[in-house]
């Protein structure tokens, strides 16, 4: 709720991902905070779309909409583009490619979420990967410019540098080089920094 001497406002801000949308319970669920907190307006923001129940409800109960809204300061908080953008942005795309470690090993990825990914290794073993080390990664990356596969086996005990590794790589602002030991390395032009 935002409230002044002259108005008050409910708003209700969704960011939703991969075509949810926002619906007519959450048109409903804000016009009863309005209602309970004696608002004059209400608003809800949303970095996706509306359904068409949601809208029509909206109409009816003077809910203001604004729709694909993202602030001016685009995904970046502290001059960092955020992991979750990141993902969602290069990585949430790769599901169902194969993609090969350095070696040439090949990996299918069968899955990606929001969550984890779900591949099947070059010997065939079905695993999931939390999205946890990845963002881990990221942000190491960012902090320090570059991370070598060591340094992902270190605080990933699991069999799986290798696969974390390329699948980092497929973000455009990192490259891999062999200086002297495989690193992934931080683009700084490409990052605008």
């Given at each position: 709720m935002a409230r002044?001497?002259?108005t008050s406002i409910a708003i209700q801000a969704k960011h939703y991902i991969n075509g949810r949308k926002v619906n007519y319970q959450d048109i409903m669920y804000l016009y009863a905070g309005?209602?309970?907190?004696?608002?004059?307006?209400?608003?809800?923001?949303?970095?996706?779309?509306?359904?068409?129940e949601a809208k029509a409800a909206a109409s009816k109960l003077?809910?203001?909409?604004?729709?694909?809204?993202?602030?001016?300061?685009?995904?970046?908080?502290?001059n960092t583009i955020s992991f979750s953008k990141v993902w969602e942005?290069?990585?949430?795309?790769?599901?169902?490619?194969?993609?090969?470690?350095?070696?040439g090993k090949e990996n299918t990825i069968?899955?990606?979420t929001m969550e984890d990914i779900e591949r099947i290794s070059s010997n065939g073993k079905k695993s999931k990967i939390d999205i946890d080390i990845f963002r881990?990664?990221?942000?190491?990356?960012?902090?320090?410019?570059?991370?070598?596969?060591?340094?992902?086996n270190q605080i990933y005990p699991k069999r799986a540098s290798a696969?974390?590794?390329?699948?980092?790589?497929?973000?455009?602002?990192?490259?891999?080089?062999?200086?002297?030991?495989?690193t992934l390395r931080l683009i700084k032009e490409k990052y605008n920094l």
């Open positions: 002044n001497s002259i309005k209602q309970l907190y004696d608002c004059e307006h209400s608003v809800i923001i949303t970095s996706g779309k509306v359904s068409d003077d809910v203001e909409i604004l729709e694909d809204w993202l602030p001016k300061v685009l995904n970046r908080v502290n942005k290069y990585i949430l795309p790769v599901a169902r490619e194969k993609i090969y470690t350095i070696s069968v899955k990606v881990r990664c990221y942000h190491f990356i960012i902090e320090n410019g570059s991370l070598t596969k060591e340094y992902i696969f974390i590794f390329v699948v980092l790589a497929k973000i455009p602002f990192f490259e891999i080089v062999n200086e002297p030991r495989l």
